[in-house]
Nanobody, 122 residues
């Protein structure tokens, strides 16, 4: 599975962005998907995840109520809608795919995209 993120950019605090993650490969629907982020000088951390079978979703406490993960299996795409953005949301956002690993751990994922930068100005 190859993953390509898009949709990052510069936005003012309180604004919104929608990230997309396009996946290649015929087995996309068999993978659960997640979004992680990495701020400068910090570790990569979990943001949100979605199961591909029944669409169960999971969120980090820091984004709960502001971010929404969704997927379109027909388009092999996963989205992350980000609302009410804060300066502390500034990071490179990565899309990842997993089969069976823990949804909130970097080590639980098998494939990663290159990342897309989100910058939130105050």
């Amino acid at each position: 599975v190859q993953l390509q993120e898009s949709g990052g950019g510069l936005v003012q605090a309180g604004g919104s962005l929608r990230l997309s993650c396009a996946a290649s490969g015929r087995t996309f629907s068999s993978y659960d998907m997640g979004w992680f982020r990495q701020a400068p000088g910090k570790e990569r951390t979990f943001v949100a995840a979605i199961t591909m079978s029944i669409g169960s979703t999971y969120y980090a406490d820091s984004v709960k109520g502001r971010f929404t993960i969704s997927r379109d299996n027909a388009k092999n795409t996963v989205y992350l809608q980000m609302n009410a953005l804060k300066p502390e949301d500034t990071a490179v956002y990565y899309c990842a795919a997993r089969r069976g690993g823990l949804y909130n751990l970097v080590s639980g994922y098998d494939y990663w995209g290159q990342g897309t930068l989100v910058t939130v100005s105050s």
